[in-house]
């Protein structure tokens, strides 16, 4: 059975910093590319980045370009989501996604985790 | 990127078949047949019911059935019951070889 398992999430300042992980297990993790989404409260979802399977080629929304890193340790099976220079709009349940399309992003999700709350706040 | 366009809201009696649109651009829904379909109950993670325009993974219903034409995909839910109320996404991969959802709809059983 695939399992995603996010954790991380947290109250963090503007200007502050958090990282997600997503534990993934039920499936051959480095075969299979993951994503990143996000919907922030009453909102609808926004996709916010991707990694490959071998973790050689990422992409990102513009809104968080230059400002979130997104990685993975196929050794661990763990998918993280650096996330510097917070910002209030970045207030939002994360969601780890495993990818249908294999090792290269199609960005088609067939499993989703639970999710985790990160709310931007002073 | 900017969000592909969805009907806010679609209702529909039991029994009945409604359809959602999904529209976007040739850069992403036109150009790609890697466009999906995402159904949300409240307080729930998304759950996959249609990829690569047409097919259903192992378990979703066949009421469940998508289609494209041109820069517009579609999601059909024929034979509509009460647990198909929830808010349904669109999706698909784009020329950045991005990610774009829909703007949303929510689905009311009358």
């Known amino acids: 059975e695939v399992q995603l398992v996010e954790s991380g999430g947290g109250l963090v300042q503007p200007g502050g910093s958090l990282r997600l992980s997503c534990a993934a297990s039920?499936?051959?993790?480095?075969?299979?590319?993951m994503s990143w989404v996000r919907q922030a409260p009453g909102k609808g979802l926004e996709w916010v980045s991707a990694?490959?399977?071998?973790?050689?080629?990422?992409y990102y929304a513009d809104s968080v370009k230059g400002r979130f890193t997104i990685s993975r340790d196929n050794s661990k099976n763990t998918l993280y989501l650096q996330m510097n220079s917070l910002r209030a709009e970045d207030t939002a349940v994360y969601y780890c996604?495993?990818?249908?399309?294999?090792?290269?992003?199609?960005?088609?999700?067939?499993?989703w985790g639970q999710g985790t709350l990160v709310t931007v706040s002073s | 990127q900017s969000a592909l366009t969805q009907p806010a809201s679609v209702s529909g009696s039991p029994g009945q078949s409604i359809t959602i649109s999904c529209t976007g651009t040739?850069?992403?829904?036109?150009?790609?047949?890697?466009v999906s379909w995402y159904q949300q109950h409240p307080g729930k993670a998304p759950k996959l019911m249609i990829y690569?325009?047409?097919n259903r993974p192992s378990g979703v219903s066949n009421r469940f059935s998508g289609s494209k034409s041109g820069n517009t995909a579609s999601l059909t839910i024929s034979g509509l019951q009460a647990e198909d109320e929830a808010d349904y996404y669109c999706?698909?991969?784009?020329?950045?070889?991005?990610?774009?959802f829909g703007t949303g709809t929510k689905v009311t059983v009358l």
């Open positions: 039920g499936f051959t993790f480095s075969s299979y590319a």
């Open positions: 040739s850069s992403d829904v036109g150009g790609y047949n890697y």
């Open positions: 690569d325009v047409s």
């Open positions: 999706s698909s991969y784009t020329s950045s070889s991005k990610g774009v």
């Open positions: 990694i490959s399977g071998s973790g050689g080629s990422t």
């Open positions: 996604a495993k990818d249908h399309g294999g090792s290269v992003v199609v960005a088609q999700a067939d499993y």
